[in-house]
């Protein structure tokens, strides 16, 4: 597999960052987003302050937000019930299956939609499989699942050989840095 395969449009330090002013500039119209340790801290389903003050201002911007997650059904309506998103269980990430749908589902291109994640993996490979961009954020607590610790284990290897091919590539604390 080749290396761009991994690549983030943009690497951003919070998914409550990304500013939806910033993401119409860039033309996006829709927010699809990974959940665990992305949305919300895999061990902790209720959200934060932050993640619904984020989600309010993307739906003042008419910016719909869907989460697209390889976990299944009951586990994803469970986690996203407190937040009323819609959601895409049994992504199949790293394909580009579960983002393909929810584009279509929209009605809306490819190059209208952004993809926010945390794993490189999975998220990124996903979204440049779907032709859609991609943010790539810090997980939002240290802990993982068992089943994500060993993508972290291969991720730390593809960031350091990234970096070195895109030496633009950088973290930042928002899409216009």
């Known amino acids: 597999m080749l290396l761009r395969e991994f690549k983030p449009t943009w690497m951003i330090n919070s998914v409550y960052s990304i500013a939806p002013q910033q993401?119409?500039?860039?033309?996006?119209?829709?927010?699809?987003?990974?959940l665990d340790n992305t949305l919300i801290a895999w061990n902790n389903p209720d959200g934060t302050p932050e993640l619904k003050k984020w989600m309010q201002e993307l739906d003042d911007n008419n910016i719909p937000l869907i989460v697209i997650s390889n976990n299944n059904y009951a586990r994803v309506k469970r986690a996203v019930a407190p937040l009323s998103l819609p959601f895409i269980s049994r992504a199949l990430k790293p394909l580009?299956?579960?983002?393909?749908?929810?584009?279509?589902?929209?009605?809306?291109?490819?190059?209208?939609?952004?993809?926010?994640?945390?794993?490189?993996?999975?998220?990124?490979?996903?979204?440049?499989?779907?032709?859609?961009y991609s943010i790539l954020v810090r997980p939002l607590i240290s802990t993982d699942a068992w089943n994500t610790r060993i993508n972290r284990f291969f991720e730390q290897y593809v960031m350091r050989q990234l970096l070195k091919q895109y030496p633009a590539l950088k973290w930042q604390e928002e899409l216009n840095d």
């Open 23 to 34: 993401l119409k500039q860039q033309g996006i119209r829709a927010v699809f987003t990974d």
């Open 96 to 132: 580009g299956v579960g983002i393909n749908r929810a584009v279509k589902k929209l009605g809306l291109q490819p190059h209208e939609v952004v993809m926010v994640g945390d794993q490189l993996l999975t998220d990124m490979i996903a979204a440049n499989q779907a032709g859609v």
